[in-house]
T-cell receptor, first 115, second 114 residues
């Protein structure tokens, strides 16, 4: 596709429910990132995928959060038993290849509201 | 672990003037890249400029330039001739060759006054 695509753009869920957030990276991009941004705050790193390597999960805040990337392309971030503090914008980004030299392109984000 | 610090939560600048947004970083990896992103109120993240750790010259992209001082581990963004549309959050980020996850600073909110 032309850019990183995230769905849904908005999600309202009840506390305790599970949610799945989807990210379609730019075609051919091997690196994929998930970030969380609370209102007015910076980007909190969650997880990083690079090709077929084991993901870097060091940013996941709790075991309620998990992510997978199928076939080296689409990624799904799952939040189980959602809490009100999970309310935030979840941003996905991808970059062309491994290495420090390439910028990451961001999707528009999924705004998650837990009520 | 890599760390990015942006010490200015908010900055104001008069239209048409230049402004410098500060960023310092900490890494033990000699190979890394530094990035600046703009996030307007719409929420999208817009890539502005990149500097590699081995680049000899400061990066420039139009009205944006990066004041890279490697020994001081600083990578300040300079915006010349500020425009009202430059009002936004600005984030500094770094990625190391040996640890490719990209980490961001807390951001600086820039407001351009007419």
């Amino acid at each position: 596709g032309a850019g990183v695509s995230q769905s849904p753009s908005n999600k309202v869920t009840e506390k305790g429910k599970d949610v799945e957030l989807r990210c379609d990276p730019i075609s051919g991009h091997t690196a994929l990132y998930w970030y969380r941004q609370s209102l007015g705050q910076g980007l909190e790193f969650l997880i990083y995928f690079q090709g077929n390597s084991a993901p870097d999960k060091s940013g996941l805040p709790s075991d309620r959060f998990s992510a997978e990337r199928t076939g080296g392309s689409v990624s799904t971030l799952t939040i189980q038993r959602t809490q009100q503090e999970d309310s935030a914008v979840y941003l996905c980004a991808s970059s062309l290849r491994q290495g420090a030299w390439t910028e990451a392109f961001f999707g528009q984000g999924t705004r998650l509201t837990v009520v | 672990a890599q760390k990015i610090t942006q010490t200015q939560p908010g900055m104001f600048v008069q239209e048409k003037e230049a402004v410098t947004l500060d960023c310092t970083y900490d890494t033990s990896d000699p190979s890394y890249g530094l990035f600046w992103y703009k996030q307007p109120s719409s929420g999208e993240m817009i890539f502005l400029i990149y500097q590699g750790s081995y680049d000899q010259q400061n990066a420039t992209e139009g009205r944006y330039s990066l004041n890279f001082q490697k020994a001081r581990k600083s990578a300040n963004l300079v915006i010349s001739a500020s425009q009202l549309g430059d009002s936004a959050m600005y984030f500094c980020a770094m990625r190391e060759v040996n640890n490719n996850d990209m980490r961001f600073g807390a951001g600086t909110r820039l407001t351009v006054k007419p």
